[in-house]
């Protein structure tokens, strides 16, 4: 029965992550489609500047020609000039931007002969004016050929921004449907991910309650759990933070909020479980030099503040054996004051009398720094030294994991050793000794 509920567990928790997995994917592959949308809106947009500022050109140069015409004056020639420049550069742009388009590409061909044919009228024009005189370059105005490639270079390009501004319309449609659709999976997508996990969390409490290889598999769910779910967390949240920047619709900006409030809210319970699991399984972990006396002297001040509505007095020594420098240092981390809050919890809970007794020693011991805690309670029998760091023992009070949780720090996270031994050599009624060495940094 036991294994039919792990196996419904492992089957819960493979379907939780391939379907975070897949509405991952399918998040990455939205958010593509819609900034290739947003992506051909921009290239639209530059067409139809590029169509209009073609025209503009064309017209003005037109407009620096009829001034010369009729009054000789070189001065109206300025817009000509500059006009031909621009027409040269803005007719390469179209080309590039239509580039791809069939239609774009179409009406493209058929502007330049007319372009040609209005750029040679205009220069025939002013050349006559100006070796000929008003009446023959006149005589060419009014044949109506400039007037006809005009209109012909205005509807062509009618035309084309017409055309962009269809696609532009569609794409407007296409950006909107594809945002809605956007919000709307990922909303959903969180919702059901976190269901599902939160129900692969609930199983697993319900079925591997109560045993302890069973509470030891749950731990290295838990890890897996936590690890992962911050992981899509992240995705999520990047991705509704960049729907954020990207939107202006107040109803959807106000769904986005939703859901980067569920995914932080998540993100909390998730570090609040993983603090919890942390100390019993976490690897690879980084270490560095931690003063070894100040940590004893911080753990000791918080063990006696846990500990002081019980009204018991802690009398605690700290000695530093002969030759100790005053800041030795360990390689350890922010919990290696988990393993003395542990240890002097252990004495103030198992010393019956009012006063407490705790004394601490460090010593050398070639490339490792030596510490004795030593108390004066009711101590551990012989025969169950050797499991007294076992965890969730049964046969404990209490919770059973305070040595446990020093065991897995001092050996498991720290690569040291640890023992435990009488403190009266004999006589384990008069209090207990925990010796343990940490490896000296540097």
């Known amino acids: 029965m036991r294994l039919f509920g792990q196996r419904r567990i492992t089957i819960g928790f493979t379907i939780g992550i391939v379907f975070l997995i897949f509405t991952t994917l399918g998040t990455v592959v939205l958010a593509t489609q819609y900034q290739q949308t947003i992506t051909d809106l921009r290239h639209y947009e530059s067409l139809q500047m590029t169509i209009s500022d073609l025209l503009s050109e064309i017209l ?21 000039y500059k006009g031909l420049s621009a027409i040269d550069q803005t007719n390469a742009s179209l080309k590039s931007l239509s580039a791809g388009n069939a239609n774009l590409t179409t009406g493209y061909q058929e502007l330049q002969p007319y372009i040609a044919d209005k750029l040679s009228e205009l220069n025939e024009t002013i050349f006559l004016r100006s070796t000929q005189g008003f009446a023959e370059a006149q005589a060419v105005v009014n044949s109506s050929s400039g007037e006809a490639y005009t209109d012909e270079i205005r509807a062509i390009t009618e035309g084309m921004s017409a055309y962009v501004s269809q696609q532009e319309a569609s794409d407007v449609a296409l950006s ?3 945002e809605s ?20 969390i609930y ?5 591997l309650s109560n045993e302890e290889k069973a509470r030891q598999e749950a731990q290295l769910l838990q890890d897996i759990l936590t690890h992962d779910i911050r992981n899509y967390n992240q995705i999520t949240k990047l991705s509704a933070e960049l729907l954020q920047g990207m939107n202006k619709d107040p ?7 939703t859901i980067l409030q569920s995914v932080d809210g998540s993100t909390q319970l998730v570090d609040r479980a993983k603090k919890l699991g942390k100390i019993l399984s976490e690897e690879n972990v980084k270490l560095s030099p931690v003063d070894l006396v100040s940590t004893i002297e911080n753990s000791m001040k918080l063990a006696k503040s846990a500990n002081k509505d019980l009204g018991k007095t802690i009398v605690d020594q700290l000695k530093l054996a002969s030759g100790v420098k005053r800041d030795p240092q360990v390689l350890a981390d922010s919990l290696l004051e988990e393993i003395f809050v542990n240890l002097y919890s252990n004495s103030v809970k198992y ?3 009012q006063v407490v007794n705790i004394e601490t020693l460090v010593e050398e011991d070639q490339n490792y720094w030596k510490v004795s805690v030593s108390d004066s309670g009711k101590g551990i029998s012989d025969d169950r030294k050797s499991s007294v760091f076992s965890r969730y023992m049964k046969s404990s009070s209490g919770s059973g994991l305070g040595l446990s949780i020093v065991y897995a720090l001092v050996v498991q ?28 940094a540097g």
């Open 351 to 353: 010393t019956e009398g």
């Open 181 to 200: 659709e956007r919000l709307d999976g990922t909303y959903f997508d969180t919702v059901v991910a976190l269901g599902v996990i939160g129900f692969a």
């Open 413 to 440: 996270r720290y690569n040291g050793r640890i023992k435990v031994k009488d403190t009266v050599e004999g006589d384990h009624t008069k209090g207990t000794t925990v010796e343990f060495w940490l490896r000296k």
């Open 176 to 178: 909107n449907s594809q």
């Open 60 to 80: 003005n140069a037109e407009t620096g020609q009829r001034g010369y015409v009729i009054t000789g004056n070189l001065s109206y020639l300025a817009p000509y």
């Open 203 to 207: 199983s697993v409490r319900r079925n």
């Open 251 to 257: 109803e959807s900006a106000q769904i986005v909020s």
